[in-house]
């Protein structure tokens, strides 16, 4: 009997400390306890080493105080031009939209800056080609940062090009993720660092596991070569993303080269990522912030998201971009789990007579994630939201397209995990050709799509729900 009430006091004690660490986020919480009824004691290991929330540990608020100290009165950022009023923009149809515009301009270290030429990538082929030529033409420094890098054909060509440049003096820095580029081999690296190349670990498994910070990824994917060019999308670096994968195949995704004020922007990212992986704090002068030959151009917006933030910048840019829509939203994600916000918000458009359209995969790397999908998919349809599996292969773009004044790509999913736990960034666009660029590509998608009809998909049997309301009970923490 003794040990009874010991083994109830533990449980109930589990029990509370997840309700009261979690009471802000009541979603999660029940995930946690869902898997504390079934798994107990285990259960709570698992949430003790992964579910801490890492925008309040004392440490991180000390390093973001400190560090916009320095951005703002030590270290000031060349003048860069943006846009300080919604009358600025060169695309009419944005010069309307002043409470979108209101909370761009909120955003802290987030300028809508309009000195930048963008091309847009819809392959991992078009955009390794054109990252090699750049890279190879680099004079000053290399900085890349990605989630992934595997040791394959594609992970040694640009490990290869690393190393020739860093045997030409060359700065080279390269950010890989502990988690994403597990798998591949510490000696990998071994080449590069003996050429001079700097090759740091963004929270290594093992430490991140006692430190309680194994959730909370770098998910980012930048390239800046001179300060002047700079790459952000979905495609980490690998012979996957060129589809070799026998399981995916064909695999689709979204990558953007920016020169111009944005690509100063990835900069600042990467030298913020680089400070916290290793210490180092990298000048804010003009080897690394150059001038550069973009005098008009595009408005862009860089937009970093992480969990060490005060605001979720991601989560809040797609919510105020779906409720300014007036005629369309296009949205292509692999991983469909949206929070209640967007998830309300695009219902409302949708019962508003606004022409909501939503690609997922219909291969899956993720059967998990997939049934969490899933489980949105038949209260979005009754509301009149268009969903498509596409077909081709497998769907990784992350595209928002609104109207004809708003386009986002980057690394964000729309999910839990992107808008919350890992580091993230996207870039937003503003003209009306760049916009007009991301909706054809999707239009193209639509053709490689088969479209989900809520007849057929309300008859889908007991197991394929059951699997459903796995994936969506367990949706927060994925």
Not at 49 to 66: C, L, N, P, T, V
Not at 71 to 81: E, F, G
Not at 452 to 461: D, S
Request: aromatic residues 12%; charged residues 25%.
């Amino acid at each position: 009997m003794i040990w009874l009430t010991l083994a109830l006091i533990l449980f109930i004690f589990q029990v509370a400390t997840i309700m009261i660490a979690e009471y802000r986020r009541p979603s999660k919480g029940f995930a946690w306890l869902s898997i504390l009824f079934l798994l107990p004691i285990v259960g709570f290991v698992f949430y003790y080493f992964i579910a801490r929330e890492y925008r309040h540990r004392k440490m991180i608020r000390r390093r973001s105080s400190r560090d916009v100290d320095q951005k703002v009165h030590r270290h000031p950022l060349p003048v860069v031009k943006t846009i300080q009023s919604a009358e600025q923009f060169p695309n009419p149809a944005m010069r309307g939209e002043t409470r979108l515009f209101g909370l761009l301009r909120s955003f802290p270290d987030a300028a809508v800056t309009v000195c930048n030429e963008t091309t847009v990538l819809a392959s991992a082929q078009e955009t390794y080609r054109l990252m090699l030529q750049d890279i190879e033409r680099a004079e000053h420094h290399i900085h890349m940062l990605y989630y992934i890098w595997n040791d394959d054909i594609y992970g040694r060509k640009f490990h290869d090009v690393l190393i020739r440049k860093a045997l030409e003096g060359v700065e080279v820095r390269v950010i890989y993720d502990g988690i994403g580029a597990y798998s591949t081999p510490k000696g990998f690296w071994d080449g590069l660092r003996r050429a001079g190349g700097q090759v740091h670990c963004f929270l290594p498994a093992f430490i991140a596991l006692f430190d309680k910070r194994i959730n909370f990824r770098n998910h980012r994917k930048i390239t800046v070569v001179d300060g002047n060019i700079g790459y952000v999308g979905g495609i980490n670096i690998g012979d996957e993303y060129t589809g070799k994968d026998k399981k995916l195949g064909y695999w689709r995704d979204t990558s953007v080269r920016i020169e111009g004020d944005a690509a100063l922007e990835l900069q600042r990212t990467f030298m913020n990522d680089w400070e916290l992986v290793c210490g180092e704090r990298l000048p804010y002068s003009e080897d690394y912030y150059p001038k550069h030959g973009v005098a008009e151009g595009e408005a862009v917006q860089i937009v970093p998201g992480g969990p060490d933030t005060q605001w979720d910048m991601i989560l809040e840019m797609y919510f105020a971009s779906f409720i300014s829509a007036k005629e369309r939203i296009y949205v292509t994600t692999p991983y469909l789990i949206p929070d209640q916000s967007l998830l309300m918000a695009l219902k409302t458009a949708a019962l508003a007579g606004v022409d909501v359209r939503i690609v997922i995969p219909g291969i899956a790397d993720s059967k998990l994630t997939l049934w969490a999908s899933l489980s949105y998919v038949e209260e979005l349809l009754l509301a009149g939201v268009r969903v498509y599996r596409y077909c081709k292969g497998f769907m990784h773009a992350k595209t928002v397209v609104v109207d004809t004044h708003f386009a986002m790509t980057g690394t964000a999913n729309m999910d839990l995990r992107s808008f919350f736990s890992n580091f993230e960034i996207n870039a937003a666009f503003f003209d009306e050709h760049i916009v007009r660029r991301f909706l054809e590509d999707f239009l193209l998608d639509l053709d490689n799509s088969e479209e989900i009809e809520l007849r057929g998909f309300a008859r889908r049997g007991r197991l394929q729900r059951a699997k459903e309301t796995i994936g969506r009970l367990l949706a927060p923490l994925l």
